[in-house]
């Protein structure tokens, strides 16, 4: 895992604490999560390959 990943993996985690809590509008944990998945996704498909992030 990337450090982007890993940033936004912690990201969600706590995002979707904070709304349990009733600090945070649920939508943005749910936003976080998918663009996690979606990361964790192109770190699959481009394995092989090395992004300037």
Do not use: D, W
Not at 11 to 32: D, E, I, K, R, Y
Not at 39 to 44: C, I, K, Q
Request: aromatic share 6%; charged share 5%.
């Amino acid at each position: 895992m990337t450090k982007v990943t890993i940033i936004f993996a912690v990201l969600a985690v706590l995002s979707t604490a904070l709304s349990m809590a009733g600090f945070l509008p649920a939508l943005l944990p749910q936003t976080l999560v998918a663009l996690t998945l979606c990361g964790a996704l192109f770190n699959v498909i481009g394995q092989g390959e090395r992004h300037p992030l």
